[in-house]
């Protein structure tokens, strides 16, 4: 595996020292400026892998260095550093080439998520080999290929904190093969895993790209879907029914839970999720039913 690079353009010392120390136990090695410009000028000499910078620098703002990141190195991912009163200026620069946005006060869960997310982009954008990153970075199911439960449990805490401090909502869809015992006894293992890889294939095909669909355990699988209400999750679990009834050979059943509407916190929201998933297998299954 070889070394990742970060480089970090921020003149405020503090949310510096955060960033540094929070990246240092991810065992990335760390660049770091005061000056975007100059960060731009080491981007021309060394392959980094993730650009954070401050979205209102006075020397050169995060959609000025996200614009200009994608010329000098177009795999860069750039996180940019906004408070949540400028989160609007923030979506500016996604728009303009930066990868993802945190909020201040810096919260050190939130930072590795991120950074995580953008590191893996890196990789699958450029050439190395996905089986070593993957095996090093520890947190994707090594059969489809989708986030693995540890890692889902880290998503689904930093999505309860985010959408709290921000007074906000997200879903969480629980789902589960219909009679794939059954199907795996007479196909076979390698059926059984090939079915479970080409769910997982549906599933990356129906969410968004801010959408993390998890690998929960055995035929279980979650998504977590951020800012987004019941209505929208609604939508997403249909075209997904309808997909896994058009090509896969069983059905597919699914539990919806919202944040805030139906828990509080991640242990209560998986548990409205599962009670739910339970619900549609007990009342007929491929369907999905609300908390």
Known sequence: MKEVNILI?????KAANVLEETLKTLDYKIWSTEDPKQGLE???????????????????????????????SPATSVIVITAYAFISSAVEALEAGA???????????????????????FYLAGSQVKKDYYAKLS??????????????????????SQSMYQSGRFTLLMMDIDN????????GHP?????LRNLAKLIKESVREIDAACRYGGEEFVVILPITDK?????????????????????????????????QDPNGLVAKADKALYQAKRTGKNKYCLA
């Open 191 to 195: 059926a059984g895993d090939e079915l």
């Open 99 to 121: 990868q993802c946005y945190i909020t201040k006060p810096l919260i050190p869960a939130e930072i590795k998520i991120m950074v995580e997310r953008s590191v893996e982009r």
């Open 139 to 160: 947190i994707r199911d090594e059969l489809t290929g989708l986030y693995n439960y540890r890692y889902f449990k880290e998503l689904l805490n930093f999505e309860c």
């Open 42 to 72: 080491l981007a021309r000499n060394t392959n980094f892998a993730v650009a954070i910078t401050e979205l209102r620098s006075p020397r050169m703002n995060g959609i000025e260095v996200a614009k200009a990141m994608r010329e000098v």
């Open 9 to 13: 353009m921020e003149d405020d010392v």
């Open 231 to 263: 209505k929208g999750s609604e939508s997403i679990a249909k075209n997904l029914l309808t997909l896994v009834n058009l090509y896969l050979p069983r059905t597919l059943s699914i539990g919806i839970a919202t944040y805030p509407d139906d828990a």
């Open 180 to 187: 794939f015992k059954s199907y795996n006894d007479t196909q």
